[in-house]
Each structure stands twice: as structure tokens, then as C-alpha cells.
């Protein structure tokens, strides 16, 4: 079977970050596989006596592919999401730099941010951005839902 195999350049910093750096989590995976079945199929295939590895070929390389357009994909979809996550970040840091949030109580503003920065997350399809108002808006929104003014505070 002559085939080509390409890998992104990604994919082969995952693989060699994950071996420099993350080994035991690897270990565990594996551990985990062999403790929930693979065990038992890598002992079914050595007692098979008329196993052919020609005729396991175009299988062994499909299932090779597979995995690594799995984890290809999940690399990307996870450095998508980082990148969302940076925008949203950023584009809440701009909008508190403009609000005078120094008489908030730090646990309310830290809760409204989450809570505007996962709504903001959920609400993008990954090809548009919330305009600066409406994440003003949104956080805004989020700040007097989560406001509890005390007895003490005063009034403007």
C-alpha cells in the first residue's frame, strides 16, 4: 500500500509538547485503555493464528488516519475557541478600563464579568464578533443583576 500522509505542523508540536510535557496523563490514557477492553482485544489478536497483517493493512491505516484527523481537528477546534476567548477578554478589559467600577464590590464585577464573557462565548458562531456597545450593554446588564447595594452604600 503506497500512500502519502501529511501532518500539520501543529499536530507535531501537540505530539512532541505531549511527550516533553504531559507524559503521565499519557500513561494514565493508556492505563485507562488497557483497563477497559483493549487488553483483552491485543490478547484475542495474538491467539489469532490466521491473523495477516497484508489484510489488516488498509484497516490499521484507516484507523491510523482516523486518530490523527481526530486529534487534528480537536487542535483546531480548540485553538479556535482560545482565540474566541482571547477577542472576548480583550474586548471586556476595554470596556471596564471605561466604566467607573471602583465603588463595585469586587466579587459582583468578577461574577458579572464571567457571566458576560460566557454569555458572549455562547452567543458567538465563531465568525462574528459582539460589537463594543453590545458588550457594554451586556455588561452593564450583568453589573445590576448582580448588584446588591447594602444599607451603607451611598446614594449618588
Do not use: C
Not at 489469532?48 to 489488516?56: H, K, M, R, V, Y
Request: proline residues 1%; hydrophobic residues 40%; glycine residues 2%.
Amino acid at each position: 500500500m503506497a500512500t502519502s500522509l501529511f501532518l500539520s505542523l501543529e499536530l507535531i508540536y501537540l505530539m512532541n509538547w505531549l511527550i516533553k510535557n504531559d507524559k503521565s496523563r499519557l500513561r494514565v490514557l493508556i492505563k485507562h485503555a488497557l483497563d477497559n477492553g483493549l487488553e483483552a482485544e491485543l490478547v484475542s489478536l495474538e491467539n489469532t493464528e490466521n491473523f495477516n497483517i497484508e489484510n489488516a493493512d488498509e484497516t490499521l491505516y484507516k484507523t491510523f488516519l482516523e486518530f490523527l484527523t481526530y486529534m487534528e481537528d480537536a487542535l483546531v477546534d480548540n485553538l479556535e475557541r482560545k482565540q474566541k476567548d482571547h477577542v472576548i477578554q480583550g474586548e471586556l478589559s476595554t470596556q471596564l478600563k471605561k466604566l467607573n467600577v471602583r465603588n463595585v464590590n469586587v466579587r459582583t464585577l468578577l461574577r458579572s464579568v464571567k457571566q458576560t464573557r460566557d454569555a458572549l462565548a455562547k452567543s458567538a458562531d465563531g465568525t462574528t464578533k459582539a460589537s463594543s456597545e453590545e458588550t457594554k450593554k451586556l455588561l452593564l446588564k450583568k453589573l445590576l443583576q448582580n448588584w446588591h447595594p447594602s444599607k451603607n452604600d451611598s446614594v449618588n
